[in-house]
């Protein structure tokens, strides 16, 4: 699905729902969405615990897995990961006024000029966990962050082989004479995500000219970005913790800081000069996901009151918008849609936006063309398929793999293959290779936990964003029980028309066989046999909702 233009692609995920993005990110490049393209990622948080963090580190390392022991269209993009976690653990780095080190010196003029700036709560509260939506501290923080990293290499040699973000400064560096493309993804309500999208331009271009001593001008990268206004709700905190931590990220406000945020972006010189393109996306106040209902819902979380701050208790759930963030991502990248003649021509920031089709002022539709704009022509090739509809085949037929081998192999990837065996078709996966592939496979599906308990999976999470306002094929045409996420045996073959009978299993196997004659092999030949056979069926899709 990747365009010809050989430019170099980089991602930069920042915050929270920067993480949350860049799962998305990564599951579509497991579906094929990106071809086989070359991202280098640079994942920047303030939080080093933070659990969004961890399951989107988890997830790469799965994909990397996979892409080395496979080929064919499935994982086929090839993802660089790279890291920067500014260090606020210390004594001496744990909060502003330490950090900064106004105390030193001529500490009195520096307090009164720190307090025109920041409130004296600002300047003490504990950084470990984030900037908690003080993007007016985390911005400048961040910026100064990636500059004195990038400063710090520069000065040694031995940190040079240890900085990521140097490494991935570099290689931005080196993109800049064949117009490289830099995409980030971040909030506008939240603490580091928000911070950096207003910085990420000009931080890593001076970084660039810091990392090779200003021999050239970093002005060849052409930046891009998606901003997240506010999606989600949660607890607010209590008198007694706001009285204890006295700064904490409050959702209520969110909406409040997006606003003020937006009409800092459409108006500040540096952003419209930066960047070339800006998505923004947003999601209706009175239909906002509240998070703590959905985990007490789907998770068996008991919703203590508390506002969680950071730390391993930060994992919200996926959201359909952070999808959307990846459609703008694909549209920055691809050459068909976004040509590099035409971004050469900007003079300042182009704004985006998309919406999706609302039925009744009450119920939303969301299809293929939504996220992959297409920029294919089928009509040139015989039985081709555009991107979008490839995008929504191969989601599909990932889906549906996954939710199979839960629902009739009790997830026992090894006993599908055994099955498989008995029709001539023997595949030999080592352990490791069934672990990963089972372990994604869930996570794009649903996740067992507890006794027999599952919970929803990433592209099921994203279903239960409309839960209330969606109805039946209104999520991609698909019919709404293909997405009950409960322990069903039969669930998976909804997705197709040829399934849609008492032993779904046999006539699977009978597609099976029709597509792949006496096939064998290892992982890359598994998921091509599987590919093959679901391209083979037609999606159980109806096209809109009854008016």
């Not at 729902?17 to 799962?23: D, H, P, S």
């Not at 800049?176 to 331009?201: D, E, K, M, Q, Y």
């Not at 959201?319 to 003649?341: C, D, G, R």
Request: net charge negative; hydrophobic share 35%; charged share 25%.
């Amino acid at each position: 699905m990747a365009d010809n233009k050989k430019h170099e692609k980089f991602i930069v995920a920042s915050g929270g729902t920067g993480m949350r993005c860049l799962q998305a990110f990564i599951n579509m490049c497991a579906i094929g969405v990106f071809g086989n393209e070359k991202f280098n990622i640079l994942l920047i948080d303030t939080d080093e615990e933070n659990k969004d963090k961890r399951n989107t580190e988890k997830l790469i390392d799965s994909y990397k897995f996979l892409k080395k022991r496979t080929g064919g269209e499935y994982f086929s993009a090839d993802l660089d990961l790279y890291s920067f976690v500014p260090d606020y653990s210390t004594d001496s780095t744990r909060d502003f006024v330490r950090l900064s080190q106004i105390e030193l010196d001529n500490s009195d003029l520096n307090m009164r000029l720190a307090n025109i700036f920041f409130e004296e709560e600002v300047q003490e509260f504990d950084l470990s966990h984030g900037y908690r939506a003080q993007t007016h501290l985390g911005s400048y923080l961040m910026y100064h962050a990636i500059i004195d990293e990038v400063r710090s290499a520069q000065k040694d040699s031995a940190k040079i082989a240890t900085s990521q973000l140097y490494q991935f400064i570099k290689k931005v560096v080196d993109s800049n004479s064949n117009g490289g493309r830099l995409f980030a993804f971040g909030s506008s309500f939240g603490g580091t995500g928000a911070s950096s999208i207003p910085v990420i331009p000009r931080a890593v271009s001076d970084a660039g000219q810091i990392a090779i001593d200003g021999a050239i001008e970093i002005n060849n990268i052409y930046f891009g970005g998606v901003v997240l206004s506010s999606y989600f709700n949660f607890n607010p905190p209590s008198a007694d913790q706001l009285d204890r931590e006295r700064v904490i990220a409050n959702s209520q406000f969110f909406g409040h800081n997006s606003a003020a945020a937006l009409s800092y972006y459409i108006n500040d010189p540096t952003i419209l000069k930066k960047y070339k393109h800006l998505y923004l996306l947003g999601w209706p106040s009175a239909k906002k996901m509240y998070v703590e209902l959905y985990k007490e819902k789907y998770l068996g979380v008991k919703n203590d009151g508390r506002t969680k701050t950071g730390g391993k208790h930060q994992e919200n759930p996926a959201h359909v918008i952070e999808l959307m963030a990846v459609s703008a991502a694909y549209h920055f990248m691809n050459e068909k849609l976004t040509p590099e003649s035409t971004l050469k021509n900007y003079d300042k920031t182009q704004f985006l936006y998309k919406s999706l089709e609302v039925v009744d002022s009450e119920y939303y539709e969301i299809s293929e063309e939504d996220v992959i704009p297409n920029s294919s022509d089928a009509s040139t090739t015989s039985n081709a398929l555009t991107e979008d509809k490839r995008f929504l085949n191969n989601a599909i037929s990932f889906f549906t793999l996954g939710s199979m081998l839960q629902g009739s192999f009790e997830n026992n990837l090894r006993s599908m293959l055994e099955n498989l065996s008995y029709y001539n078709n023997s595949y030999s996966l080592s352990e490791d290779e069934i672990e990963q592939l089972t372990f994604f496979l869930n996570y794009f599906n649903k996740m067992k936990y507890g006794d027999n308990q599952f919970k929803p999976g990433w592209l099921t999470q994203m279903f239960l964003t409309f839960e209330e306002n969606l109805q039946e094929y209104a999520f991609f045409g698909m019919p709404s029980k293909l997405f009950d996420h409960t322990i069903n045996k039969q669930e998976w073959a909804l997705a197709y028309k040829e399934l849609n009978s008492k032993k779904p299993e046999n006539e699977f196997i009978r597609q099976f066989k029709k597509s792949n004659k006496d096939d064998g092999g290892g992982l890359t030949e598994f998921l091509n046999a599987m590919k093959r056979t679901f391209d083979s069926m037609e999606l159980n899709q109806q096209s809109k909702i009854e008016e």
